[in-house]
């Protein structure tokens, strides 16, 4: 069974997925750390794979970018492929000053000022948390490979951050205390419709830009230089039941 998104068959797809949004980094994780890894879904260019690493079977897919695009897809592997756990592996931008380039962090609870589950789901809810299984898993993993990995908060935008045309007046509409480490686009889609569908959800990200920092890492930095949590995601894959 395929849907307008995806051509892969039923049963093509493992019960974990590493969800990163590019699908050329799709690629390369499937080249570069996959054993026995096949193609099953090519459409519109969003690659998925399944293959196995240290003996367990994992996909990864990319979710392209943006609310609308990772909810799309992340509803029709929980749905329709029987995917029960995803890990979005991505990039962000910190809002704090002690976080460098290609730092990790780990989302916690995750704020929109959009519209997403009020669309989805007829909630007025701009508040979502990740799955604090996934969350365990992860951290436990990241300290027995010292792999360093800083768990916040995280707001998720309707548009690319650098682009505003006043980032100073979003930030003051996000609610008091909440305090984001990071901002990133596709968070929110991915972990409301996992507790719409009653699956499990995380979110890692690596730091490529700064509201601190005047650097921004290169496009293929953000490709392939993200070694340390891509690792840190398979390894926790092998802990997931």
């Known amino acids: 069974m395929s849907t307008p998104h995806n051509n892969a068959k039923l049963g093509d797809f493992a019960k974990t997925v590493i969800m990163p949004g590019d699908p050329l980094r799709a690629k390369y994780i499937a080249e570069n750390f996959l054993d026995n890894y096949k193609l099953v879904s090519d459409v519109r260019n969003i690659y998925a794979?399944?293959?196995?690493?240290?003996?367990?079977?994992?996909?990864?897919?990319?979710?392209?970018?943006g609310m609308?695009?990772?909810?799309?897809?992340?509803?029709?592997?929980?749905?329709?492929?029987?995917v029960e756990n995803i890990i979005r592996i991505g990039s962000c931008g910190s809002y704090t000053p002690g976080l460098n380039l290609f730092d990790i962090v780990l989302s916690t609870t995750v704020y929109t000022e959009g519209n997403y589950a009020l669309t989805l789901n007829n909630e007025g809810c701009h508040f979502v948390e990740a799955n604090s299984e996934l969350n365990d898993i992860i951290l436990n993993k990241s300290k027995e490979l010292n792999i360093d990995v800083v768990a916040g908060n995280t707001v998720c935008t309707d548009c690319f951050d650098l682009y505003m045309t006043d980032v100073n007046k979003f930030l003051e509409r996000i609610p008091e205390n909440f305090n984001p480490l990071s901002a990133e686009m596709e968070a929110f889609a991915l972990l409301y419709?996992?507790?719409?569908?009653d699956k499990k959800a995380a979110c890692l990200m690596s730091v490529v830009d700064s509201k601190f920092i005047d650097t921004?890492?290169?496009?293929?930095?953000?490709?392939?230089?993200?070694?340390?949590?891509?690792e840190l995601a398979l390894e926790a894959s092998l802990e997931i039941e």
């Open 49 to 65: 794979y399944t293959g196995t690493y240290k003996g367990k079977e994992i996909s990864v897919m990319a979710s392209g970018m």
């Open 68 to 82: 609308p695009s990772m909810g799309i897809y992340c509803y029709e592997l929980y749905k329709v492929y029987g």
């Open 193 to 197: 419709t996992a507790k719409v569908l």
């Open 216 to 230: 921004v890492a290169t496009v293929e930095e953000r490709q392939t230089g993200l070694k340390n949590m891509i």
